[in-house]
């Protein structure tokens, strides 16, 4: 069966959120959009004037000491079966995420930066990509 997927996010580390919308809004001339409300605590996503690509800012208190503080978010109709084509090319399965309103892979690439595969997050931009075979 085909499925599609995309890039939908860059997530940059904050340790606070609202300081880091303020100053990812300004530098960006980015619009604050609506998440989850569940996920309001630990997430805040900005639109960009020129790019599909949201920037999804994520509180840690881990603050870049075990992991990138930026990696790339994709987005697929199905999750099980773009984790299976990445791991196909190289990639491997690192962390099941089912927390915060959400159910997603952290996953490795060949040199061990981190992504992850998530959930549709924006069905229209979705459907204008093709299917994988």
């Not at 000491?65 to 399965?93: C, F, N, Y």
């Not at 099941?96 to 924006?122: A, I, K, S």
Request: some cysteine.
């Amino acid at each position: 069966m085909s499925h599609r997927s995309r890039l939908c996010h860059f997530v940059i580390d904050v340790d606070d959120l609202d300081q880091a919308t303020v100053f990812w809004s300004a530098a960006l001339d980015a619009i604050e959009e609506p998440v989850n409300p569940e996920s309001r605590h630990v997430y805040r996503r900005l639109r960009l004037p020129d790019s599909e690509v949201r920037i999804l800012l994520q509180a840690t208190a881990d603050y870049k000491q075990s992991k990138a503080p930026m990696h790339p978010d994709i987005e697929t109709d199905d999750v099980e079966a773009e984790v299976r084509r990445l791991e196909a090319l190289g990639a491997v399965r690192h962390d099941h995420q089912c927390e915060r309103g959400y159910d997603f892979w952290v996953m490795l690439d060949p040199w061990g930066n981190e992504f992850c595969v998530l959930q549709t997050e924006f069905p229209d931009l979705l459907a204008q990509r093709s299917a994988w075979d």
